[in-house]
């Protein structure tokens, strides 16, 4: 019987291939610090990736990873940094970013140039999962 599985499995691989994305690991591009605040066009985003905007954050979320010459990964980033603090119950629905992100807030968007790199070297107690439970409490997520 343990045959007849392993099987059946080989076969749905043969024909439809693996679950997962294949990637072309030169054009992986792992964002490292993302920068989001509102505008009069709705939300702009800055990272050492690129800048993009959109209506939402997953809009320009998307306009980001349109521009980009490669794969953008947002679950890689280590810090956040948020100019709109009513920004952040859309970024934390979106799933986007890892929960062990550390979150800055800033009045600001301000050069990605070494950022990541100041960030890390003043490390924030604020993680993306201490935020979402804090919403999720308070029942604003």
């Known amino acids: 019987m343990k045959w007849l599985y392993l099987f059946a499995a080989l076969v749905l691989t043969a024909v439809f291939g693996l679950p997962f994305r294949a990637y072309d690991t030169g054009k992986l591009l792992p964002v490292r610090t993302v920068q989001a605040a509102r505008t009069a066009r709705g939300v702009k985003l800055v990272s050492e990736i690129g800048q ?21 990964f947002f679950d890689t980033a280590e810090q956040l940094v948020v100019c709109a603090p009513s920004l ?6 979106s799933g986007e ?17 070494g ?23 308070e029942g604003r997520l």
């Open 115 to 137: 950022l990541n790199e100041y960030l890390t070297a003043h490390k924030s107690e604020l993680t993306v999962a201490d935020l979402r439970y804090a919403l999720l409490r």
């Open 52 to 72: 993009a905007e959109g209506e939402s954050w997953t809009e320009a979320v998307a306009a980001l990873r349109e521009q980009a010459p490669g794969d953008v």
């Open 97 to 113: 970013l890892r929960p062990a992100a550390q979150v800055y807030f800033a009045e600001e968007l301000t050069d990605p140039e």
């Open 88 to 93: 952040l119950p859309e970024i934390l629905r």
